[in-house]
């Protein structure tokens, strides 16, 4: 068990999707459900970032985002680490199903000494899969006060351990109905 909190981002538009990605059905369970299930195990703590109610499975908990509007995951990261009883949080974005405990512990691991740990594929960083510290939230409330609402804004301003060697099956996300399917044919 880590000692680390979960935080499931769930509060995405899901525009290309046309419905709630957290929403969308596995068997009998939605995928943030399935998502909770397959991680959750490994951490003391889970949490769900999203401003709907409707997207939180019962038992767990909801953060809101601290700030008006849509701001997007950087806004849930800020919120979860808000909210958190640990050092460690673990973001992970509900519609990146192949997510693994193994690679969540890694990045826990990682991200001892450092502000976040963050993936990197091709050379560009993964920041809604990624480990943060508490250390963390004042660079990304201060990229979230200027405007910069890119979830990878906040790490110029950070201490991050990279992780360049992860396979990039891991990372792979729904944002379309054809990759629902093809994640609903695979299990």
Known sequence: MLKATLLLLAGGESKRMGQPKALLPVGAITLVEWLAQRLGGSFDEVLVSA?????????????????????????????????????????????????????????????????????????????ALACYRQTAAWAIGEALDMGRLKAAAALDHLDVAWLDDADRKLFWNINTPKDYQVFLSAL
Do not use: F, K, Y
């Open 51 to 127: 401003n709907d109610p409707q997207l939180v499975p019962r038992g767990l908990r909801m953060v809101r985002d601290r700030r008006a509007g849509h701001l997007g995951p950087l806004a849930g990261i800020e919120a979860g680490l808000a909210a958190a009883g640990n050092e460690a949080v673990v973001a992970v974005a509900c519609d990146m199903p192949h997510v693994t405990p193994a690679l969540t512990r890694q990045l826990v691991d990682l991200s001892d000494g450092h502000d976040a740990a963050v993936p990197r594929l091709g050379g560009r960083p993964e920041p």
